[in-house]
């Protein structure tokens, strides 16, 4: 049985009603270049996903994406930042907060509406206040169309990536979509995905059946993997790289063969400390083999003003989800990447 609540308006009319200004959809389409350039290896710079688990009240995250935009400036000859504003969240047992767009105020009843108006709103401000367009996790591939003219980059999610409908979307954006490994660590599920995600489709979305031209611009996720018995196992290594890499060649038929390194997760047991050591280790490794730095394009980094996480949302700028890094090592560890390249 299904309880109507609320009328939710389609993404045109809702576009129209917060539409993306000119100056606005220029500086989003320089920003959509600089990251195309990075997976398809036209430019050496890295890409740097950063951001709270989940973006969980606009004031906090907006503050994070100004210091985000001044932090830019000093690395933009060497890094793409891109600002992680996840704004649905996935629960393993389905039940708890499902992130702003179903919840824009968490201390309140769900009310999707204005959730879909604050995403916008913040996604607006993100690129008007700090001149960062920012990614997203398409957890509910139909919503994609709410926000499809405000992101930079796509994430689909480890819980995601068999999913059909998620390969099937992913084949008509025209940005970077990371899809990462499932959660069982299958690299020849992962890069099955991929390919699904590059080829031509026909399917049902939003009442039309569509047709997609395939996006060569999806690539992997590493975001390490669990085992039958709830370890977590991280992938992040040299050795589970090279064979992606290896992977991306024997398949034949990927384009732009691609990593990005999540450092939190399943790679750092969700320890959000050691993502530090993770991405030096990475960067090492970027050192050592040629290869290697070709295939990795960067990270995902979880990060908030304040270190940690807290249950309610008391503290300023404090995760009410995952554990996150706070803002100072946040600058070292980009600065330090940064200096890497």
């Given at each position: 049985m299904f309880e109507k609540q609320i009328e939710i308006p389609s993404p045109e009319e809702i576009v129209a009603e917060l539409p993306v200004p000119a100056e606005v959809a220029a500086v989003k389409q320089k920003r959509d270049r600089l990251a195309l350039d990075v997976i398809t290896g036209k430019s050496d710079k890295l890409i740097v996903i950063v951001g709270p688990c989940s973006a969980h009240e606009s004031a906090p995250v907006l503050e994070f994406v100004r210091r985000l935009g001044r932090l830019n400036e000093k690395v933009c000859d060497r890094l793409v930042l891109i600002p992680r504003i996840y704004t649905a969240k996935p629960r393993t047992k389905g039940v708890g907060y499902m992130g702003m767009f179903s919840q824009p105020d968490i201390e309140h009843k769900e009310d999707t509406l204005k959730g879909i108006r604050t995403i916008r709103e913040i996604l607006?401000?993100?690129?008007?206040?700090?001149?960062?367009?920012?990614?997203?996790?398409?957890?509910?591939?139909?919503?994609?169309?709410?926000?499809?003219?405000?992101?930079?980059?796509?994430?689909?999610?480890?819980?995601?990536?068999?999913?059909?409908?998620?390969?099937?979307?992913?084949?008509?954006?025209?940005?970077?979509?990371?899809?990462?490994n499932p959660m069982s660590g299958s690299i020849p599920v992962l890069?099955?995905?991929?390919?699904?995600?590059?080829?031509?489709?026909?399917?049902?979305?939003?009442?039309?059946?569509?047709?997609?031209?395939?996006?060569?611009?999806?690539?992997?996720?590493?975001?390490?993997?669990?085992?039958n018995y709830g370890n977590d196992i991280p992938n992040?290594?040299?050795?589970?790289?090279?064979?992606?890499?290896?992977?991306?060649?024997?398949?034949?038929?990927?384009?732009?063969?691609?990593?990005?390194?999540?450092?939190?997760?399943?790679?750092?047991?969700?320890?959000?400390?050691?993502?530090?050591?993770?991405?030096?280790?990475?960067?090492?490794?970027?050192?050592?083999?040629?290869?290697?730095?070709?295939?990795?394009?960067?990270?995902?980094?979880?990060?908030?003003?304040?270190?940690?996480?807290?249950?309610?949302?008391?503290?300023?700028?404090?995760?009410?989800?995952?554990?996150?890094?706070?803002?100072?090592?946040?600058?070292?560890?980009?600065?330090?990447?940064?200096?890497?390249?």
């Open positions: 607006l401000a993100s690129i008007t206040e700090a001149g960062l367009s920012a990614a997203d996790e398409m957890l509910y591939p139909e919503n994609y169309a709410y926000v499809e003219d405000l992101l930079t980059y796509v994430t689909i999610g480890a819980r995601s990536s068999e999913d059909q409908m998620h390969r099937l979307v992913s084949s008509g954006v025209e940005l970077p979509v990371g899809i990462k890069l099955n995905s991929i390919y699904a995600a590059q080829q031509p489709q026909v399917f049902k979305y939003h009442n039309w059946q569509v047709k997609t031209g395939g996006n060569p611009y999806s690539h992997a996720v590493l975001r390490g993997r669990v085992d992040y290594h040299y050795e589970t790289v090279m064979q992606i890499l290896e992977g991306y060649e024997n398949f034949g038929e990927l384009k732009n063969p691609a990593v990005i390194i999540d450092a939190n997760h399943s790679n750092s047991g969700k320890q959000f400390r050691q993502q530090i050591r993770i991405v030096e280790e990475v960067m090492q490794n970027r050192l050592y083999d040629r290869d290697f730095r070709r295939a990795v394009k960067g990270f995902m980094i979880e990060s908030f003003l304040v270190e940690g996480c807290q249950e309610h949302d008391v503290v300023f700028g404090k995760s009410v989800t995952d554990p996150c890094l706070g803002w100072e090592d946040t600058e070292r560890l980009i600065l330090g990447i940064a200096e890497k390249v």
